[in-house]
């Protein structure tokens, strides 16, 4: 059984930035793909990213394209959501997710096994 802790969630100011971690244990990374989902107030979890288990092939979500990127570091068993130009919109739950598809569009909560318990991100002013 995988488990998996998210940290790095914080109150930022439009336009800042925030680098979220994904600490996976029970398992070795290397195996499974792995995407970052977030749930914004009032709205249902949505797909934010996610990539190959070789980190060769990732999918982002229109909405954060050329602002966010996702990195994986198998070695440590860890990964990483870097956050760029956060804007109010992107205030939520974010949540990591193992063991899902990826292929050639973002990801869906649906294909996802295993999940964290997430880590606020708030973006005001």
């Known amino acids: 059984q995988l488990q998996i802790v998210e940290s790095g969630g914080s109150w930022v100011q439009p336009g800042g930035s925030l680098r979220l971690s994904c600490a996976v244990s029970g398992g070795t990374l290397d195996y499974y793909q792995i995407a970052w989902f977030r749930r914004p107030p009032g709205k249902e979890r949505e797909g934010v990213v996610c990539?190959?288990?070789?980190?060769?092939?990732?999918n982002y979500a229109d909405s954060v394209k050329g602002r966010f990127t996702m990195s994986r570091d198998n070695a440590k068993n860890t990964v990483y959501l870097q956050m760029n130009s956060l804007e109010p919109e992107d205030t939520g739950i974010y949540y990591c997710?193992?063991?899902?598809?990826?292929?050639?569009?973002?990801?869906?909560?649906?294909?996802?096994?295993?999940w964290g318990r997430g880590t606020q991100v708030t973006v005001s002013s």
């Open positions: 997710a193992v063991n899902g598809f990826c292929h050639f569009k973002p990801p869906s909560p649906d294909e996802y096994e295993f």
């Open positions: 990539m190959s288990t070789s980190g060769g092939n990732t």
